[in-house]
């Protein structure tokens, strides 16, 4: 999930300063249908893809992640050997490995590209997990990594900005029609909340199918019974509070399923299971 979240955290920050720009462009600008629809093809796909660009060394500074560059214990050694295999098995680079200290049990995978990507665990999964349910976590990261799944999510997110800036500013002259007065920065900016709150839910559902996907992987890449016996071991870990990064989707079912960028533990482990 933290690959999502800071993706989609850094993207919203890019398209929030997107926003103040366009509303200081020239109204003759805003006002013109073809010049406006170049203006957020640029801006809607430019901010997804400086997120991509960006997605590595932002998840290393705000997970603080460690990378292992010299083994320092066995522990880190197999983490190592058994990223390189997968990753060799999977046809794509190997990527940087690291480690991050918390207690919750998470991992993650992200980069710009298949050779070029970082995979990182929680201190926590390495203490609460066998190596054969640590080793199927690996291999769902790296099948995420291998089958493209933060570019297909720059895609994604470059469609959506796009058509966010689009109807916020339908949204605008629908209020102003002349584009110059207070009217139409309300418009604009509500637009931008309200149509970027809706496309959320289109980001968080394309995740959510690619994580049936990732699955397979970890249990290619290790077995079905260690992928399922690792979700397993997750859902133990359900009970009690949320992590913080779930604690906003804790409020109500229906909440958390528009918004989850992760279908049920349930679900996923009967995919497995039925595969």
């Known amino acids: 999930m933290r690959r999502i979240l800071y993706f989609l955290a850094t993207n919203a920050a890019i398209m929030v300063v997107v926003s103040v720009v366009m509303m200081f462009l020239p109204a003759e600008w805003r006002n013109q ?41 066995d522990t880190e050694q197999w983490l190592l ?13 190997m990527p940087e490995v690291g480690i991050f200290y918390t207690d919750q049990v998470n991992a993650f995978a992200t980069g710009a590209n298949k050779n070029n990507a970082l995979v990182a665990v929680s201190s926590g999964l390495l203490k609460s997990m066998t190596r054969e349910e640590a080793e199927a976590v690996m291999g769902h990261e790296i ?72 699955d397979q992987g970890g249990a290619q890449f290790s077995s079905k019974q260690n992928m399922i ?34 279908p049920p533990l349930d679900v996923r482990i009967e995919a497995l299971k039925n595969s």
Do not use: C, W
Request: no cysteine.
């Open 33 to 73: 249908n073809t010049s406006f629809l170049v203006m957020a093809l640029v801006f809607g796909f430019g901010g997804s893809i400086v997120s991509l660009l960006m997605s590595k060394s932002m998840a290393k500074r705000s997970a603080g992640v460690e990378l292992i560059t010299e083994p320092r214990n």
């Open 81 to 93: 050997s058994t990223v390189a295999r997968q990753a060799e098995q999977a046809g794509i680079g």
């Open 143 to 214: 099948a995420h990594v291998a089958n493209g799944d933060m570019i297909t999510l720059t895609l994604i997110q470059g469609v959506v900005n796009t058509f966010v800036i689009i109807l916020a500013r339908a949204l605008a002259l629908a209020i102003d029609r002349d584009g110059r007065g207070f009217g139409y920065m309300i418009g604009y900016f509500g637009g931008q909340m309200v149509f970027g709150f809706l496309a959320s839910i289109i980001v968080a559902a394309f995740s959510r199918q690619r994580e049936f996907r990732a």
């Open 229 to 262: 016996s690792a979700l397993e071991r997750l859902k133990q870990g359900q009970a009690g509070q949320l992590p913080d990064q779930l604690a906003a989707f804790g409020i109500n079912s229906s909440v958390k399923n528009l918004f989850s960028t992760h």
